[in-house]
């Protein structure tokens, strides 16, 4: 007779079923772990979008610029050695930022050979983003002081007067409304006055912009 060919016998109940739940247990924990994985780098992804966002907008909406404090040109409106002498300075203040630059009140303090003789006061006001805004300033030379100076017979004689200007522009650049940078524009002008035609005959401004 052939023989038999010999049957394994199956596992007994008990091991197949413990195969079967490690199976299905280790399946919804690689689920698990592939979620975790994704949501690692979603989250990754996002916080270099945001970082690379943050840096663009430092170096563009966020960066503040310095306002430039032009002037445009100085007017005597009345000229009077023996009362006094007024001037009318044309002034821009030209802001690059993306923000209005909003600035308080101005201040201008003219000097003649290291003295002070004449102050005025400009209103506040505000520059507009990227725009350029134009204001006057008065100033109401103390011809006393400018007389009494001993080097004033000789600039007379020579028909030229110089003198030096020194103005303070402090104001602030608010951004979105939450964050605020205050600015102090300072400008130092050498004028020369020539008394025959009553006007600027050079002049030379340096700035510096504190922030």
Not at 82 to 92: G, K, T
Not at 149 to 163: E, I, Q, R, Y
Not at 181 to 206: A, E, L, P
């Amino acid at each position: 007779m052939a023989e038999r060919e010999q049957v394994k016998p199956l596992a007994p109940i008990r091991d197949r079923l413990s195969i079967n739940e490690a199976g299905t247990t280790q399946h919804p924990q690689r689920i698990r772990r592939r979620k975790f994985n994704n949501c690692c780098a979603c989250l990754f992804a996002f916080l270099l979008l945001l970082a690379i966002i943050i840096i663009v907008l430092r170096f563009t909406i966020f960066r503040v610029r310095e306002p430039v404090i032009t002037m445009n040109g100085v007017n005597v409106t009345k000229l009077d050695l023996v009362n006094n002498i007024s001037l009318i300075a044309d002034v821009s203040i030209e802001n690059p930022n993306f923000v209005s630059f909003k600035y308080s009140n101005t201040t201008t303090n003219l000097n003649y050979h290291g003295i002070i003789v004449g102050e005025a006061r400009g209103p506040p006001g505000r520059a507009k983003a990227r725009r350029t805004t134009r204001m006057n300033v008065t100033v109401d030379v103390i011809t006393n002081r400018v007389m009494s100076n001993s080097n004033f017979s000789a600039d007379f004689g020579s028909g030229l007067l110089t003198m030096s200007t020194f103005s303070r522009v402090p104001g602030q650049v608010k951004i979105l409304k939450l964050f605020k940078k205050h600015v102090v524009v300072k400008m130092n002008c050498t004028i020369t006055f020539n008394v025959t035609s009553q006007g600027i005959q050079d002049q030379n401004c340096k700035q510096k912009v504190k922030l």
